[in-house]
């Protein structure tokens, strides 16, 4: 199991926003003191290259990202801020989930997980967009293409739809994408219709739910839409944005899933990259921005890709 953390992400200052670098040193500080720690490999690993990066966003918007953060700029969009420090560690979690990758197709190594921020999956080609840079996980699956696969799905849980990862493959036909979050609410897209177009038709799965949806409900619907996906694609490799802001408690988010449900939600996904992807399976951190329960969930998330 390889275990992506640093401590370089804490150098992306955002002051008091919800998505600021507390989040990650408390991810960090749990991961470090769980008793599984020492059963995961923890590798070094490169930024990523402007080609990398380049394979999803556009060449001017890259540029444009570097420059506002040389030059300190603060707030670039609605919802998201820079920092002299943010080039480094937008680069550095897009290199994680590249590495990643790397490994799990070319190593014994099947899962990984990246704690990287900022998160990644509203980034849109040409923009920031709901605290994103970069979008870690449509980079990660164009790297994934790029070293021959032919499948690779994308398995979304953050509370906020993944409208970035959605725009990159929504005509692509090799990238599946799933994504399950509520509605309505930030940032408005996801709709059930939204099924993708040309080569990706039918390779877009959305699953809208409303604020008040049980439990049961959720995992019922989770495991039918995700499974219906799966059969279609028969991906050889799933990548997951992990967001754990559906917590009832997140204040940037919240549902109704506890801790432990990541723990269920993990286990789900497991089985069908066991069917699949011969077990290959790459987890990234997106959101969650409640201080106490973000460590809490990721590490029930991380225990069962440890124990897989």
Same mark, same amino acid.
């Given at each position: 199991?390889?275990?992506?953390?640093?401590?370089?992400?804490?150098?992306?200052?955002?002051?008091?926003?919800? %998505?600021?670098? =507390?989040?990650?040193?408390?991810?960090?500080?749990?991961?470090?003191?769980?008793? +599984?720690?020492?059963?995961?490999?923890?590798?070094? +690993?490169?930024?990523? $290259?402007?080609?990398?990066?380049?394979?999803?966003?556009? #060449? /001017?918007?890259?540029?444009?990202?570097?420059? +506002?953060? %040389?030059?300190?700029?603060?707030?670039?969009?609605?919802? /998201?801020?820079?920092?002299?420090?943010? +080039?480094?560690?937008? /680069?550095?979690?897009?290199?994680?989930?590249?590495?990643?990758?790397?490994?799990?197709?070319?190593?014994?190594?099947?899962?990984?997980?990246?704690?990287?921020?900022?998160?990644?999956?509203?980034?849109?080609?040409? @923009?920031?967009?709901?605290?994103?840079?970069?979008?870690?996980?449509?980079?990660?699956?164009?790297? =994934?293409?790029?070293?021959?696969?032919?499948?690779?799905?994308?398995?979304?849980?953050?509370?906020?739809?993944?409208?970035?990862?959605?725009?990159?493959?929504? =005509?692509?036909?090799?990238?599946?994408?799933?994504?399950?979050?509520?509605?309505?609410?930030?940032?408005?897209?996801?709709?059930?219709?939204? $099924?993708?177009?040309?080569?990706?038709?039918?390779?877009?799965?959305?699953?809208?739910?409303?604020?008040?949806?049980?439990?049961?409900?959720?995992?019922?619907?989770?495991?039918?839409?995700?499974?219906?996906?799966?059969?279609?694609?028969?991906?050889?490799?799933?990548?997951?944005?992990?967001?754990?802001?559906?917590?009832?408690?997140?204040?940037?988010? @919240?549902?109704?899933?506890?801790?432990?449900?990541?723990?269920?939600?993990?286990?789900?996904?497991?089985?069908?990259?066991?069917?699949? #992807?011969?077990?290959?399976?790459?987890?990234?951190?997106? @959101?969650?921005?409640?201080?106490?329960?973000?460590?809490?969930?990721?590490?029930?998330?991380?225990?069962?890709?440890?124990?897989?």
């Amino acid at each position: 199991m390889l275990l992506y953390l640093d401590d370089c992400f804490t150098q992306h200052d955002t002051g008091s926003h919800p %998505e600021n670098k =507390a989040r990650i040193q408390g991810v960090n500080r749990a991961l470090r003191s769980a008793p +599984w720690f020492g059963d995961c490999t923890t590798p070094t +690993w490169d930024a990523a $290259t402007i080609a990398q990066l380049t394979r999803v966003h556009d #060449a /001017t918007y890259v540029q444009q990202l570097q420059a +506002w953060c %040389e030059q300190n700029a603060g707030q670039i969009e609605a919802d /998201t801020v820079v920092s002299t420090g943010s +080039w480094m560690a937008a /680069t550095r979690g897009a290199g994680a989930a590249i590495h990643a990758v790397h490994q799990v197709l070319h190593t014994p190594e099947s899962r990984a997980f990246a704690a990287i921020r900022p998160p990644g999956h509203h980034a849109l080609p040409d @923009g920031p967009m709901g605290f994103c840079l970069l979008n870690n996980v449509a980079i990660a699956a164009r790297y =994934a293409i790029a070293q021959g696969l032919q499948r690779v799905m994308i398995v979304d849980w953050d509370v906020h739809h993944g409208n970035g990862t959605q725009d990159t493959f929504y =005509a692509d036909g090799q990238v599946a994408f799933f994504s399950i979050h509520r509605s309505p609410f930030y940032p408005g897209t996801g709709a059930e219709d939204e $099924t993708g177009t040309g080569r990706g038709l039918g390779f877009i799965s959305n699953a809208p739910v409303h604020a008040d949806i049980t439990r049961e409900k959720f995992f019922d619907t989770f495991d039918r839409k995700l499974e219906q996906l799966a059969a279609r694609v028969q991906p050889e490799l799933i990548l997951v944005s992990a967001g754990f802001d559906a917590h009832p408690q997140d204040p940037v988010g @919240g549902l109704c899933l506890e801790a432990p449900d990541f723990a269920v939600l993990t286990q789900k996904v497991l089985a069908l990259a066991d069917i699949y #992807a011969n077990g290959k399976i790459i987890s990234l951190l997106e @959101g969650g921005y409640h201080l106490q329960h973000l460590p809490e969930c990721v590490t029930a998330h991380v225990q069962e890709l440890v124990e897989a």
